[in-house]
């Protein structure tokens, strides 16, 4: 069989993951930085295993380095053209099929943003009758995809059009800034002090990781520092602010980023043909949710505890680096399955 490796190129992660199973997430500020793309794949794909082919897909193009999204997607694929070396390159598309790297210079706008349709495409075939969810929680955004049958359903094709029906909502478990989950009525600083993290850490819901910088204040992602950071919300800072101010803060951004969670699930079931929604009750065996991303333990636990059979998880069934590159191994997968139907 031949060996495919799958790249997914985002604004502040680039994931990897091949057909064997080898799965790598690294971060990188696309939009600070993008001369330097062509380095950080070069060193991306040299810590994977040899491949036949690159599988390509992409959410980078939306940064605002870049004028348009037509100028993102052609500078992306610049890059990897650039650290392909002999692979060929196939690039997904909202279509719903790869095209050569000429054919996607000839419609860029069908290769942006398509990588969550690779995954829904992919993701399907765990729950092959009825209706399912899939749902991805990454560090930035969260993806509610109808599946009917083992098929992605979705209502909306592009960002515009899936931020509209609900099916992309920009909450993400680590990077999405306190102030926009509640807003300017909740009387809080206006400024990018804390992240959905901080709200976890105090919370108790995401483990602490001292080693991880990649917060609003480059201070470690612990709870002390979510404290401080949780605190300059408020107008204090570590020191004038108490733990209960900032755990009743924490408790807040939690319950508001549950309830946003739930309104955009409840849109986006609401839309599937009538006779194809959710089971009225829970069923051994009849999962409703395939669940994954590097924030797929906190979807979880915005869900709410599920009974045994009414979820799926891309990290027990194929570990963690894949479930957080899931998109990655989607388009990986799917390049194998389509290497027939090539030439």
């Known amino acids: 069989?031949?060996?495919?490796?799958?790249?997914?190129?985002?604004?502040?992660?680039?994931?990897?993951?091949?057909?064997?199973?080898?799965?790598?997430?690294?971060?990188?500020?696309?939009?600070?930085?993008?001369?330097?793309?062509?380095?950080?794949?070069?060193?991306?794909?040299?810590?994977?295993?040899?491949?036949?082919?690159?599988?390509?897909?992409?959410?980078?193009?939306?940064?605002?380095?870049?004028?348009?999204?037509?100028?993102?997607?052609?500078?992306?694929?610049?890059?990897?053209?650039?650290?392909?070396?002999?692979?060929?390159?196939?690039?997904?598309?909202?279509?719903?099929?790869?095209?050569?790297?000429?054919?996607?210079?000839?419609?860029?706008?069908?290769?942006?943003?398509?990588?969550?349709?690779?995954?829904?495409?992919?993701?399907?075939?765990?729950?092959?009758?009825?209706?399912?969810?899939?749902?991805?929680?990454?560090?930035?955004?969260?993806?509610?995809?109808p599946l009917v049958d083992g098929r992605p359903v979705p209502h909306g094709r592009t960002d515009a059009q899936r931020l509209k029906t609900g099916e992309l909502i920009y909450l993400g478990w680590r990077r999405t800034p306190v102030a926009a989950v509640l807003g300017l009525e909740s009387g809080l600083m206006a400024e990018f002090f804390a992240s959905t993290l901080d709200a976890l850490l105090l919370e108790g819901i995401t483990n602490e990781t001292a080693t991880n910088c990649d917060t609003a204040d480059g201070r470690p992602a612990t709870r002390s520092h979510a404290h401080a950071r949780l605190a300059r919300m408020l107008g204090h800072d570590g020191e004038t602010a108490t733990r209960?101010?900032?755990?009743?803060?924490?408790?807040?951004?939690?319950?508001?980023?549950?309830?946003?969670?739930?309104?955009?699930?409840?849109?986006?079931?609401?839309q599937l043909p009538k006779g194809q929604g959710p089971p009225v009750a829970y069923a051994p065996g009849s999962p409703l949710f395939v669940l994954s991303g590097s924030g797929e333990g906190v979807a979880r636990r915005l869900l709410g505890e599920s009974p045994t059979g009414c979820t799926i998880s891309i990290t027990d069934k194929l570990g963690p680096g894949i479930s957080e590159a899931a998109c990655a191994f989607a388009a990986a997968v799917l390049a194998v399955e389509n290497l027939p139907l090539a030439g």
């Open 244 to 270: 209960d101010e900032t755990k009743r803060l924490a408790q807040n951004v939690v319950d508001r980023m549950r309830a946003l969670f739930c309104a955009a699930f409840t849109r986006v079931s609401a």
């Open 1 to 145: 069989m031949a060996s495919v490796l799958g790249i997914d190129i985002g604004g502040a992660n680039l994931k990897a993951a091949h057909t064997n199973g080898a799965a790598r997430s690294v971060p990188f500020a696309l939009w600070k930085d993008p001369h330097s793309l062509p380095e950080s794949l070069r060193e991306l794909l040299a810590a994977m295993p040899p491949r036949d082919l690159l599988a390509v897909t992409m959410t980078g193009e939306l940064c605002d380095c870049f004028a348009t999204k037509r100028d993102g997607v052609n500078s992306i694929l610049e890059s990897v053209a650039a650290v392909a070396g002999s692979s060929p390159v196939w690039v997904w598309s909202t279509h719903g099929r790869f095209l050569t790297v000429d054919e996607a210079r000839a419609d860029l706008l069908a290769v942006a943003a398509a990588n969550w349709l690779a995954q829904a495409t992919w993701a399907g075939r765990f729950v092959s009758k009825g209706a399912a969810f899939l749902i991805d929680m990454g560090s930035t955004t969260t993806d509610i995809i």
